[in-house]
């Protein structure tokens, strides 16, 4: 007869096993990489029938919960996750690893929570000689702590197990063949009748064999597709991460050569040169989103001039400050302001770094004066007319 088992699980890539019997006696433990659960479920009944699962965790992994429901067995976890002391404290035997030290303080908890009911078990069966019935007793109470003891064992006392109605069987063939006075239409009579019930016990283990392939069949069929769903998921993980990679290495890319070119920006830097702030438009919106106020004799450089404010324009006339434009400017904005405004085409020395441009003075200095005299002279005509 099989002995009954208190199995200890660590899920995870490693999977550690303890198998301990009702008396703590170890019968198992190791680890195994990769381990399919129908494989562990046939290495497991190999070794007993398991009536409790212990786990180190407040809240049991998904698979401990499922192999205690296919074994149906009762699942035993602490009030909060052992800590490694506590499991140190428990385990008293070597180990090879992490894993296989966890599966035992599982197990062991587990028979330590038990071992109440167990000593109960021991005083409740110690006067019944059928140590079939006692095994029975122990392996339902064990499954479920709920039912009552004393009623376990009078309902299995009074069912016929299997080694007992074998004996049944023999005593009441004896007075078959000796009692003379039972007639021989009558023996016969009762041999139909046991083959029928011979019979009908082989339809039902046929029946009961087909329903166990058939739960096998299910179970295979789960858990390979358990296993195909994480697999995918991990694949899906991977190339999520792979295309973040490459995503971080573009901008690491970008980042590299916005340095280059500002270390190149600043090399240019000298008392030679301007720096000049970039702005969008002539407007008081794309001073106030580059957080810029235009200051007295200053020059700045403006991306686009043909979006602007005739009152803002106004407001630059007279701090008398110079502009550079990066686009051509239109007639509609000749018309409207007296202000100098000189395409950054024309500076050999311009470089621009993002939000800021260097330029050198002294040929800022001659094109002012060329653009000066040349704004004049329009000034001039259009007076004339």
Do not use: W
Request: with cysteine; proline share 4%.
């Amino acid at each position: 007869m099989k002995p009954l088992l208190i199995v200890g699980l660590d899920p995870g890539t490693t999977l550690g096993l303890a198998l301990l019997d009702i008396s703590g006696g170890l019968v198992k433990l190791g680890s195994f990489k990769n381990e399919p659960a129908d494989r562990l479920i046939k290495e497991v009944i190999g070794y007993g029938i398991p009536v409790i699962v212990g786990c180190d965790k407040a809240k049991p992994p998904a698979f401990v919960k499922k192999f205690a429901i296919l074994m149906n067995a009762r699942l035993v976890a602490p009030k909060e996750d052992l800590k490694v002391s506590e499991k140190q404290e428990l385990v008293n035997l070597p180990t090879t690893n992490s894993h296989e030290r966890d599966a035992l303080a599982s197990a062991l908890y587990a028979l330590k929570k038990s071992s109440r009911l167990i000593s109960k078990l021991n005083k409740a069966t110690y006067k019944l000689k059928n140590r079939e019935i006692v095994v029975k007793v122990y392996e339902q109470m064990l499954k479920d702590a709920g039912i009552n003891i004393s009623e376990t064992i009078r309902k299995l006392s009074a069912k016929p197990l299997g080694p007992e109605k074998k004996q049944v069987t023999q005593t009441t063939k004896q007075p078959i063949v000796k009692n003379h006075k039972q007639t021989p239409k009558a023996i016969i009579r009762e041999l139909r009748l046991l083959r029928q019930h011979n019979t009908m016990l082989k339809a039902k283990l046929a029946k009961l064999r087909k329903q166990l392939e058939a739960a096998e069949l299910r179970f295979h069929r789960k858990v390979d597709r358990l296993v195909k769903k994480r697999v995918s998921e991990k694949e899906t993980t991977i190339v999520e991460l792979q295309e973040r990679i490459k995503q971080l290495s573009h901008t690491n890319q970008e980042l590299l050569q916005s340095l280059d070119e500002f270390k190149c920006f600043v090399s240019a830097v000298n008392e030679d040169k301007l720096i000049a702030r970039v702005i969008p438009q002539l407007t008081k919106s794309g001073f106030k989103a580059a957080n810029f106020k235009p200051d007295t004799n200053q020059a700045f450089v403006v991306e686009n001039p043909n979006e602007f404010s005739g009152s803002f324009l106004k407001k630059i006339e007279n701090s008398r400050s110079y502009i550079l434009v990066v686009k051509k400017p239109s007639t509609r904005l000749a018309r409207q302001t007296r202000l100098v405004m000189i395409p950054v085409s024309k500076l050999k020395s311009f470089k621009r770094f993002q939000d800021f441009a260097i330029i050198d003075k002294k040929e800022l200095s001659k094109l002012l004066k060329a653009y000066s005299v040349f704004y004049r002279i329009i000034e001039q005509y259009k007076n004339s007319c």
